[in-house]
């Protein structure tokens, strides 16, 4: 059961307010009017827990809303309203079906700004971390416009594409990152405990050591030695940069190096690609002009080259310059066929449709590149951990017959 704060009408028109218990608002709306109350407004009691639910204190609460939670909200709420269920009961569902406990809280939120009187988009702009800028901007054009129903499905299904290419980018670096980290950390844990007792038999056996056992024996005594120090120097090192790349130049310097990295590089340029074009086009086809889209578009990219090329766009296309010229400008970062697709769109008046064509041309080559990304890594980590441990069989056996030679 759920407590709620209600006002409501008598037949003689008096206003009347109370506190009641009740499975949902239908409910409570029910048990009202039996007693001759008309509900005017209804709102959640603040502190107000499902059955069984934790009481978490305010600094163990994770204020965060995973994208799959804004997935299944938009695309639910676009599916009530299609349906003929009113906007403030289909918000208040919705609030009550979430697991998330800080979602829950937020949309209670909105549905008391709602029921209030306040736009949609107005009341979700007082929450940017949990609905940026391209989710609010949409809404905004879906109230306006009318067509709310058709912009909540095809913001659904702009952020179930964007969770598709985080998922796979995530899955298929995950492996080798997993990999990397046991080795380093098998590697230091026997340097530090196994090691030591036969390479100081090495050194005190006066024979000449190879450069590999030498350098084993160097960061072996290294880790013993100052190891408190380095891990303390590697965690300042990681605030340091974690904190650099917070920083506008930081992240510039950073993600132009990500750009130009092998294989790394090429998965960022066509995640953001697609992103890019992905945006522009639910924007555009819902009604949003193209500057605006544009300004929306710089926020959501991740990389701060991408993000500052939208930016440049977005001013120079508001002075009357084709989309098509200036992503021409930036042939370093956005293909030829890209800019071939968005010219032709410009000619023909279809920027929207030629955009997602694009779209999903570079969303099919990163799911392809990160299904055979496994296929290619782990020939290379089998290369990889095959070359430490010769590198270590080598420093630990080679000393061995110098050993014996002086016997």
Do not use: W
């Not at 949902?24 to 499902?50: C, H, M, P, T, Y």
């Not at 809303?65 to 918000?91: W, Y």
């Not at 306040?118 to 109230?143: H, I």
């Not at 067509?147 to 964007?162: A, C």
């Amino acid at each position: 059961m759920t407590k709620f704060s209600y006002k409501a009408k008598t037949i003689e028109g008096d206003v009347k307010s109370g506190r009641m218990e009740a499975k949902d608002q239908a409910e409570l709306s029910g048990i009202l009017r039996q007693k001759g109350l008309v509900l005017i407004l209804a709102q959640k009691l603040k502190g107000d827990r499902k059955k069984g639910e934790i009481a978490l204190p305010g600094f163990l609460k994770i204020k965060k809303v995973g994208l799959v939670d804004k997935m299944l909200f938009t695309r639910n709420l676009g599916v009530m309203l299609h349906s003929g269920l009113p906007f403030s009961r289909a918000l208040s569902i919705l609030a009550e079906q979430t697991k998330s406990v800080y979602f829950r809280e937020v949309l209670d939120e909105v549905v008391e700004d709602v029921q209030k009187g306040s736009a949609l988009a107005d009341s979700m702009e007082k929450y940017p971390k949990v609905f940026n800028q391209l989710f609010v901007s949409m809404v905004r054009v879906g109230e306006t416009g009318g067509n709310l129903e058709e912009v909540l499905r095809m913001l659904s299904v702009q952020l179930k594409k964007d969770h598709d290419i985080t998922s796979k980018v995530r899955g298929a670096m995950m492996y080798p990152s997993v990999i990397i980290v046991a080795m380093s950390l098998i590697g230091i844990l026997m340097m530090v405990f196994v090691f030591p007792s036969l390479l100081s038999m090495f050194a005190e056996s006066g024979a000449e050591l190879p450069l590999a056992t030498r350098a084993l024996i160097f960061v072996s005594n290294s880790l013993q030695n100052y190891g408190l120090y380095i891990l303390m120097g590697f965690i300042a090192f990681l605030v340091f940069f974690l904190r650099s790349i917070k920083t506008a130049e930081g992240k510039k310097i950073f993600d132009g190096i990500i750009l130009k990295l092998p294989v790394v590089g090429g998965i960022v340029t066509k995640v953001n690609v697609a992103r890019f074009c992905r945006t522009l086009s639910s924007m555009v086809a819902s009604g949003v002009s193209i500057v605006q889209a544009l300004e929306t578009v710089s926020g959501t990219l991740g990389n701060y080259q991408y993000s500052e090329s939208a930016k440049d766009a977005c001013r120079r296309v508001q002075k009357g310059i084709n989309l098509s010229e200036v992503i021409a400008e930036y042939d370093k970062l956005y293909p030829s066929m890209m800019m071939h697709m968005i010219e032709v769109g410009e000619e023909t008046g279809s920027v929207e449709t030629t955009l997602q064509q694009v779209a999903e041309f570079y969303e099919e080559e990163v799911d392809q590149f990160t299904s055979n990304l496994s296929s290619v890594i782990e020939p290379l980590l089998m290369l990889l951990m095959g070359g430490a441990v010769g590198v270590f069989a080598i420093a630990l056996i080679q000393p061995m017959y110098s050993i014996m030679e002086t016997i």
